[in-house]
């Protein structure tokens, strides 16, 4: 099993779902974790729910044996904030996603934490400038976003605050690998870029079952089985240099003229259009791809779709999905 990380001290504020997956990514990998919730009965009682997560998870065959015997082993309920961040060489906060909690618990957070220990917030939305605020050495935060079900789940976004450190967003992104997590370091914004993609999804979504267009299961069912079905293998740009920017931009063109200025082709893309760099037929669109890479690609894209369709198959023979 790996034990990467087991010279590594954690303190997990915040011991909902979120944070126990969290703890549970964390000790697996080797690390001792304290988690803390709002008091002592409270954490208690969500580390009896960490180890059942653990043994049904096991049970399952969705981790690896002896995951929950590692759990059991590894992670403790502290008394106090004071307890579980005593000697922790990473905090990371996840109490709810409300500004004014964050804030609250930061102010504790910096009170008790050693002053050499890496300060991270699992905020899916909030700058971190804005929480480091709180802070009285506002570039000790660094924003560390980790996604529901985080035991599964593969990717974290890692974001620098206002002055963090290159040493500490390399040591989180070491840390993160070593954990068995992808980890990608991106600017502090709002919704920094999962969110912000996810929820532009939503609200259009939401528009369609405004507008009459389809109904909420229809949604669901027209993403499921197509662009969503090659999400798993490709990001919107590799999607789009395979299909062709010519196509993106008539189709945004038609898009515009019926829908309007959200529907604008983006200025990037017209750019690269006018250039000629179609994406995989001229070799260079938002992506650069030699002739023998566009190949490679194509055929690998076939395999992955053919092998993601079987899973489908056999998982709906079983009644999974």
């Given at each position: ?210 507008e009459g267009v389809a109904d909420a299961a229809a949604i669901d069912a027209v993403v499921q089985s197509t662009f969503g079905f090659r999400l798993p293998f490709f990001g919107p740009f590799a999607i789009a240099d395979m299909a062709g ?17 959200r529907f604008t082709p983006p200025t990037a893309l017209t750019a690269l259009v006018g250039r000629g760099d179609l994406g995989a037929k001229t070799g260079r669109g938002f992506l650069t791809l030699s002739p023998s890479a566009v190949d ?26």
């Open positions: 099993m790996n034990d990467a990380l087991g010279s590594t001290r954690v303190a997990v504020v915040g011991a909902g779902y979120m944070g126990l997956g969290i703890a549970q990514v964390l000790a697996t990998a080797g690390a001792e974790v304290a988690i803390n919730d709002s008091d002592p009965d409270s954490t208690v009682l969500s580390l009896q729910r960490l180890r059942g997560q653990a043994q049904t998870h096991e049970r399952l065959g969705l981790v690896p044996p002896g995951t929950a015997a590692k759990v059991g082993e590894r992670v403790r309920a502290a008394t106090s904030f004071e307890d579980a961040l005593e000697a922790a060489d990473l905090v990371i906060e996840a109490v709810p996603e409300n500004p004014g909690i964050k804030t609250t618990v930061w102010k504790q957070i910096e009170r008790f934490a050693p002053e050499a220990a890496v300060l991270a917030t699992n905020t899916s939305s909030i700058p971190i400038a804005e929480l480091a605020r709180s802070l009285r050495l506002p570039h000790r935060l660094i924003g560390m976003h980790w996604f529901n079900p985080a035991p599964f789940v593969p990717g974290i976004e890692v974001i620098p605050g206002p002055g963090t450190p290159g040493e500490v967003v390399d040591w989180v992104v070491d840390l993160a690998g070593k954990a068995g997590k992808a980890a990608t370091v991106v600017a502090d914004a709002p919704g920094f870029v999962a969110n912000r993609l996810q929820f532009a999804l939503f609200r259009e979504a939401a528009s369609i079952v405004e920017l010519d196509v993106y931009q008539g189709a945004f063109e038609v898009l515009g003229s019926a829908l309007g200025e490679e690609r194509a055929r690998s894209r076939d395999e992955k779709y053919r092998a993601l369709e079987n899973l489908i198959e056999a998982m709906n023979q079983t009644g999974e999905v």
